[in-house]
Structure formats: C-alpha cells, structure tokens
C-alpha cells in the first residue's frame, strides 16, 4: 500500500521551531516530487514549498521563504520541512504530498498521493 505518513507537529511559541518528516511507504521517493501543504482552519489549501526529486530545485511560498526549509534524504525515503520563526499564522494541518517526475512543480490538484497531515499550532 503506498502511504505518506508525517510525523513532528505539535505546539509551539512563537518565535520557535518545529522539524515535520514525511516518510513513504510502499514506494520509493527518489522519482517524486514533493510538496508540502498545509491548511488553516477556515481557509483553503495551500502550497508550502515543493522540492524535485533530486533536490536540486525547490520553491517557496513567499510567506515562508527565508524560514522554512526543505530537505529529502532519497536513501531514507523522507522529506523534511524545518521551520524556523514560526508565527501564529503558520499554525495549520500540514500535508506532504508526492508526484512522480513532476519537475520539482507542485500543483495541488495534480499531486498523486497525500499523507494525512500532521497538525503544527503556533502560540503567540
């Protein structure tokens, strides 16, 4: 069965940090573009950041850039987001999300398999 599973939300102050993980299962990440997403309550999806399948391209949602950063490790199959700063208005579910090939492109609709997201709340 080919699962996303993220792992490291939880609370914190603002100001701090929190390292999410997305592990696959039942398929190899290493061909995959990845994409992180996340949702407020009350708001739509958005695009965190998204990351090719080498690494080698990565784009950021403007909210974000300069505090969050992506990572992968293909012989781990994970992906990381670490996020530094972090302000209330980051608090959401967030999501990681695959797409095979994708050119290191992540529109949401396109996106193939989702994980069930992990919840990060940022406290002011």
């Known amino acids: 069965q080919l699962q996303l599973v993220e792992s490291g939300g939880g609370l914190v102050q603002a100001g701090g940090s929190l390292r999410l993980s997305c592990a696959a299962s039942?398929?190899?990440?290493?061909?995959?573009?990845i994409g992180w997403f996340r949702q407020a309550p009350g708001k739509e999806r958005e695009g965190v950041v998204c990351?090719?399948?080498?690494?080698?391209?990565?784009m950021y949602a403007n909210s974000v850039k300069g505090r969050f950063t992506i990572s992968r490790d293909n012989a781990k199959n994970e992906v990381y987001l670490q996020m530094s700063s972090l302000k209330p208005e980051d608090t959401a579910v967030y999501y990681c999300?695959?797409?095979?090939?994708?050119?290191?492109?992540?529109?949401?609709?396109?996106?193939?398999?989702w994980g069930k997201g992990t919840l990060v709340t940022v406290s002011s």
């Open positions: 039942g398929f190899t990440l290493d061909s995959y573009t």
């Open positions: 990351i090719s399948s080498s690494g080698g391209t990565t």
């Open positions: 999300a695959a797409r095979f090939r994708g050119g290191g492109l992540c529109p949401g609709r396109v996106m193939e398999y």
